[in-house]
């Protein structure tokens, strides 16, 4: 029977887990105990294979499946904190196009003022030349 379990009597008690590497696998068979019922069962090389394959592979799941979920949890922190600098630099930048907004407006204030304050120069002497003639 390649790769079975076939039940035997009960003998004395065993190592506490199933797959506890045989010390007897020389040959065709070996008996293993099962540490729930305690029944004992012949398990040829090929069977005990399987089991040893079985629980590689789930132990192999499970590890990458906690892997992939560090994994995750490591991407989804790294698009946190990417988005987090985003919004610090565009709230840097906000500010800065913020202050160079307010110095140009203060600019032109300026330049309003200067411009104005030409033409009154240069309209205060025809106006007070203008009143001259008026009053004559």
């Avoid at 499946?65 to 987090?84: D, F, G, Q, Y």
């Amino acid at each position: 029977m390649v790769g079975s379990f076939v039940p035997l009597k009960k003998k004395k008690p065993g190592p506490s887990w199933l797959f506890m590497y045989p010390q007897n696998l020389v040959g065709n068979m070996s008996d293993i105990e099962c540490p729930h019922c305690k029944q004992v069962f012949e398990l040829d090389a090929a069977g005990y294979a399987s089991i040893v394959n079985q629980v590689r592979s789930a132990e192999f799941e499970s590890e990458l499946n906690t892997r992939l979920e560090e994994a995750k949890r490591t991407h989804e922190l790294a698009i946190e904190l990417a988005e987090s600098n985003m919004g610090k630099k565009k709230d840097e930048e906000y500010a800065n196009k913020e202050k160079q907004i307010q110095r140009l407006k203060g600019e032109l204030e300026k330049k309003d003022m200067e411009r104005q304050m030409a033409v009154n120069e240069a309209t205060t002497p025809l106006q007070t030349k203008s009143r001259t003639f008026k009053t004559r």
